[in-house]
């Protein structure tokens, strides 16, 4: 009788160990997938923030500085999740400095000073 409630037991506490490794095991398998979606989608982030500055890179380098000053106050970059400002160092002077960052939780911010 003793070797039969034994056996029970050990087979139990078997398969509280196997469930508890599997399940440790499993949340591991998880938090990895969850930390390289949230990598992807900032690497993605970052990629169109480089986009929208590359293009109002271009934008200054080939028009006035009152056409720039006109762009900059009504500046949107057709993208929600984005927002930008160019800001002349003075009124006199052809440098600028460019700055692009996300609206939502995800803080990427990037500038840039471009001597025109």
Not at 13 to 28: A, D, E, G, H, W
Not at 66 to 81: C, F, H, M, N, V
Not at 103 to 112: A, E, H, K, M
Request: hydrophobic share 40%; no cysteine.
């Amino acid at each position: 009788m003793e070797n039969k409630n034994l056996k029970k037991s050990f087979v139990l506490l078997s398969t509280i160990l196997l469930v508890v490794v599997f399940s440790l095991l499993s949340l591991r398998v998880v938090e990895t997938d969850l930390l390289s979606s949230n990598l992807n989608t900032l690497k993605y982030l970052h990629f169109e923030a480089i986009k929208h500055r590359d293009t109002l890179v271009t934008y200054i380098e080939n028009h006035t500085d009152e056409q720039i000053k006109e762009y900059a106050r009504d500046l949107t970059l057709g993208d929600p999740r984005f927002k930008g400002s160019i800001l002349q160092e003075d009124e006199t002077s052809s440098i600028y400095y460019l700055s692009i960052e996300t609206v939502g939780n995800s803080d990427i911010r990037l500038s840039q000073k471009i001597i025109k």
